[in-house]
T-cell receptor, first 115, second 115 residues
Framework: NAGVTQTPKFRVLKTGQSMTLLCAQD?????MYWYRQDPGMGLRLIHY???????AKGEVPDGYNVSRLKKQNFLLGLESAAPSQTSVYFC??????????????FGPGTRLTVL | AQSVTQPDIHITVSEGASLELRCNYS??????LFWYVQSPGQGLQLLLK??????LVQGIKGFEAEFKRSQSSFNLRKPSVHWSDAAEYFC?????????????FGTGTRLQVTL
């Protein structure tokens, strides 16, 4: 199993450009998450999904949109990139069939720079 | 709202010395607690987790953590550090959000190991 994969690994955008980050998991997990990591701030949740066709806002959702059209994929979109969105983006997935604490499995990250 | 505090931004220890990384949380109910490790340029890997039962939790790579409800702490320990343990360590508290489990991360502690 590849686990959680993210595409692309690096990207440089100009202010106002748009792009989509792709997250794929092959573990048949129900839940998927997008985080951003900034120096000195840890990871912050952007959006998450509890199943195919569902999405919900996290802690810092402004400026981002997401879609979960297929169970194995979770897309993060930036419609009009801003320098404040320069960050490392991590995708994670998890599965909790019985309401217990679930372990989130993380992808390798996408480093995005907005000029 | 829940929060996690990791008071040490950076710690340096000698190889073979013992290690303790501090984590304090704030959450009204019984917390689900996690420690993750991030090597440079990599995603996050779960070291251990606590959700109930024995308050001393064993994890991978020889790490352990102890949950102390009275002190709202979940400190990570290792009796003898190896050079390969140099990385950034994140403590997180997991809370239920409907059927999902959302993680709130601390700001991380960077561990440097001297030979």
């Amino acid at each position: 199993n590849a686990g959680v994969t993210q595409t692309p690994k690096f990207r440089v955008l100009k202010t106002g450009q748009s792009m989509t980050l792709l997250c794929a998991q092959d573990m048949n997990h129900e839940y998927m998450y997008w985080y951003r990591q900034d120096p000195g701030m840890g990871l912050r949740l952007i959006h998450y999904s509890v199943g195919e066709g569902t999405t919900a806002k996290g802690e810092v959702p402004d400026g981002y949109n997401v879609s979960r059209l297929k169970k194995q994929n979770f897309l993060l979109g930036l419609e009009s990139a801003a320098p404040s969105q320069t960050s490392v983006y991590f995708c994670a997935s998890s599965y909790d069939p019985q309401g217990q604490a679930d372990t989130q499995y993380f992808g390798p990250g996408t480093r995005l720079t907005v000029l | 709202a829940q929060s996690v505090t990791q008071p040490d931004i950076h710690i340096t220890v000698s190889e073979g010395a013992s290690l303790e990384l501090r984590c304090n949380y704030s959450y009204g109910a019984t917390p689900y607690l996690f420690w993750y490790v991030q090597s440079p340029g990599q995603g996050l890997q779960l070291l251990l987790k606590y959700f109930s039962g024995d308050t001393l939790v064993q994890g991978i790579k020889g790490f352990e953590a102890e949950f102390k409800r009275s002190q709202s702490s979940f400190n990570l320990r290792k009796p003898s550090v190896h050079w390969s343990d140099a990385a950034e360590y994140f403590c997180a508290v997991g809370v239920r959000a409907g059927t999902a489990s959302k993680l709130t991360f601390g700001t991380g502690t960077r561990l440097q190991v001297t030979l």
